[in-house]
């Protein structure tokens, strides 16, 4: 992907469903931001970075470990989870991330792949555990969870 990948940003606040019915795109916009900062440094650029890592945070839901999706049956999912990682691995875990839930997804992450190597599309939690996932994996997911697990400052220029 060459250039800059962003969306305009004008200040304004956002509804509170927008990014909880698009957190891949808030994923996105974070990383775009981010490869914008890098770039030129600017504070306002940090800013428009951070509102969309906050709009991540917003969404963890801490009873069940993890992001779900509307309409999902309240089950978490194992994208979400995967893309946090990802967006914190390639920030370096900036403020306003939650520099102590970074240990607890990632916990819950690793515990998702299956012995096959696959990673579960979905899982629920009780009492701060997961107690059941989809049995099966899925390519996006897994792709995208196995990319969460490389440490992406290190090895490239995304």
Do not use: C
């Not at 490869?35 to 504070?43: E, H, P």
């Not at 906050?54 to 069940?64: F, G, I, Q, Y």
């Not at 979905?122 to 997961?130: M, R």
Request: glycine share 8%.
């Amino acid at each position: 992907m060459g250039g800059i990948v962003q969306e305009e940003w004008d200040g304004s606040e956002y509804r509170d469903n927008d990014e909880e019915r698009y957190f891949n795109l808030a994923a996105s916009k974070a990383l775009s931001w981010d490869k914008q900062y890098i770039k030129t440094q600017r504070i306002k650029d940090r800013e428009k970075r951070n509102l969309f890592i906050t709009r991540m945070e917003n969404l963890w839901n801490s009873a069940n470990l993890g992001f779900g999706k509307p309409d999902q049956n309240g089950n978490m999912q194992t994208y979400y989870l995967a893309a946090y990682l990802l967006v914190g691995e390639k920030t370096g875990w900036p403020k306003p991330f939650d520099s102590e839930r970074r240990k607890t997804v990632k916990a819950v992450h690793d515990s998702l792949q299956h012995g096959h190597g696959g990673f579960a599309t979905w899982y629920k939690v009780q009492n701060g555990e997961v107690v059941d996932m989809e049995p099966n994996g899925n390519v996006e997911t897994t792709s995208l969870a196995v990319y969460a697990n490389v440490r992406l400052q290190e090895y490239t220029a995304f």
